[in-house]
């Protein structure tokens, strides 16, 4: 019977790690790099409304944001390339132009 058990078990976790639930190198690579990218983009947020909070300013221009930030949290750390501001509407975005994803800044 637990011959029977195991060999079921064993089974199982054969069809759980199928051909469809392996990544390659590259899909790794990749993901990894997104998610590099997001973590500066959440630290920038973060950076910002701290910013903010203290000078009790709120950041609406791309001028007033590279005064609040420091360049390493204004540029994608994969690609090099300048996160996009958006500070015209009520949902400010700093987003990456590279397609690694975008962070919404909250409001007070």
């Given at each position: 019977?637990?011959?029977l058990?195991?060999c079921?078990a064993v089974?199982?976790?054969?069809v759980?790690?199928?051909?469809q639930t ?10 990894l ?11 920038a947020?973060y ?5 903010e ?6 950041v ?10 420091p ?7 994969v690609?090099g ?20 994803g975008s ?6």
């Amino acid at each position: 019977m637990r011959f029977l058990m195991l060999c079921f078990a064993v089974l199982l976790l054969l069809v759980a790690c199928g051909e469809q639930t392996t990544m390659s190198i590259e899909d790794m690579r990749l993901r990894l790099e997104g998610n590099r990218c997001r973590a500066v983009l959440d630290k920038a947020a973060y950076e910002l409304m701290s910013w903010e909070y203290k000078n009790e300013q709120r950041v609406t221009t791309d001028e007033l944001l590279r005064s609040a930030l420091p360049d390493s949290l204004l540029t994608c750390p994969v690609t090099g390339e300048r996160y996009i501001f958006d500070g015209s509407s009520t949902d400010r975005t700093l987003t990456c132009p590279s397609g690694h994803g975008s962070v919404k800044l909250m409001e007070e």
